[in-house]
């Protein structure tokens, strides 16, 4: 049963990370559900994440040709910041980790309620459009990747935008470029440290793979604005649940 529910919520957060975002937020709140330690659930959400990133990657790749000069001194940035998140998560109190998380969520709703108001006042503030301000920034948003998914692509993207980088598709795909370097440093950690579920991680894995290519098909019949109003109702739902099983 438990492995059910998490292939159908990576479906619906497959669905929501291709068509709009935050579906890392659903994914990771199935793990706990299913009795996970938040932990484990955030390190195997990592794993499970990752597929989608890599394939994400992949259908962007013809749009990155013209940055890789970029993308070569960015990508170990990335992978540092990887994984100094992962040991900042593996360093982390389990307790407080646990009482972290429904903030965490929060957090991640709020980022990508007003995403594309960060991106704008990060492009505004980069002023001279200094590419090293953004690639430190980007190296900030890897930090965080590594400890916690949610809402990491939205930071990502306006680290991309401090850094004087406009091209949408591009950026996208520069965006999935460094998640999946970032998390591959942080669950290079926690396989070494025993804290990923693989059977639960392949699940959503599988879930999320195919929820991002059934959102494709979407795209012609949802408008994006609809898309996103469901989502972010989901994150505000789940959010809520996290507040409650919490603290409530």
């Given amino acids: 049963m438990d492995t059910i529910l998490l292939f159908i919520a990576g479906l619906v957060g497959g669905t929501m990370n291709a068509l709009a975002g935050g579906g890392s937020g659903i994914t990771f709140a199935a793990l706990v559900f299913t009795g996970m330690p938040p932990i484990i659930a955030n390190a195997t959400n990592t794993f499970a994440a990752t597929f989608g990133y890599i394939t994400g990657v992949i259908g962007y790749r013809k749009h990155m040709q013209g940055y890789w000069r970029d993308l070569m001194w960015q990508m170990p940035l ?50 001279a ?24 692509g939205i930071l990502t993207l306006a680290g991309l935008s401090l850094g004087g980088y406009t091209a949408v598709r591009a950026m996208n795909g520069m965006k999935l470029l460094f998640a999946t370097v970032s998390s591959l440093a942080a669950i290079f950690l926690f396989a070494a440290e025993g804290k990923i579920d693989w059977l639960g991680g392949l699940a959503v894995l599988v879930g999320i793979g195919i929820g991002s290519y059934g959102a494709a098909r979407l795209t012609d019949y949802v408008s994006d604005v609809s898309v996103k109003r469901a989502s972010l109702s989901i994150c505000w739902l789940v959010t809520a649940y996290a507040f409650y099983s919490t603290y409530g």
């Fill in 129 to 152: 459009r200094i590419k090293a301000i953004g690639a430190f920034a980007i190296f900030l948003t890897c930090i965080y990747g590594g400890y916690f998914q949610g809402g990491f």
């Fill in 78 to 127: 990335a992978f540092i910041g990887g994984l100094i998140g992962g040991w900042a998560l593996l360093q982390t109190d389990p307790q407080l980790f646990a009482a972290a998380v429904p903030w965490l969520l929060l957090l991640a709703t709020l980022l990508f309620m007003a995403g594309p108001q960060l991106e704008r006042a990060a492009a505004q503030l980069g002023g």
